[in-house]
Nanobody, 125 residues
Framework: QVHLVESGGGSVQAGGSLRLSCAPSSSAYRADCMAWFRQVPGKEREGVATICHNTGSTFYADSVKGRFTISQDNADNTMYLQMDNVKPEDSAMYYC??????????????????WGQGIQVTVAS
């Protein structure tokens, strides 16, 4: 069993920056792909960004393109989400996920093996 531990959330003013981290409980664990999702109360969880080390590809939601950057440290497999020029509509609970994404399919992950516990991001206007 692998746990994904998120950190780096909190409150920030609109236009500011935050960096989220997602660390696997075992540094030896490497998923084919990892991703960030977010959810606000009353709405479905939505994909934000995906990174796949096996293809070297990244994938972003249109709403965050040009503002958010997903990356991964190959040394310990920690995943990051650099959030710049944040907006109030970015406020949500952010979850990291590990699994696999079919490059031929739409969507941010095809199979999720593990979820993080979630971390809150609040953007004040």
């Amino acid at each position: 069993q692998v746990h994904l531990v998120e950190s780096g959330g909190g409150s920030v003013q609109a236009g500011g920056s935050l960096r989220l981290s997602c660390a696997p409980s075992s540094s030896a664990y490497r998923a084919d792909c990892m991703a960030w999702f977010r959810q606000v109360p009353g709405k479905e969880r939505e994909g934000v960004a995906t990174i796949c080390h096996n293809t070297g590809s990244t994938f972003y939601a249109d709403s965050v393109k040009g503002r958010f950057t997903i990356s991964q440290d190959n040394a310990d497999n920690t995943m990051y989400l650099q959030m710049d020029n944040v907006k109030p509509e970015d406020s949500a609970m952010y979850y990291c996920a590990a699994g696999w994404r079919n490059p031929q399919a739409r969507g941010f992950m095809s199979t999720v093996d593990y979820w993080g516990q979630g971390i809150q991001v609040t953007v004040a206007s």
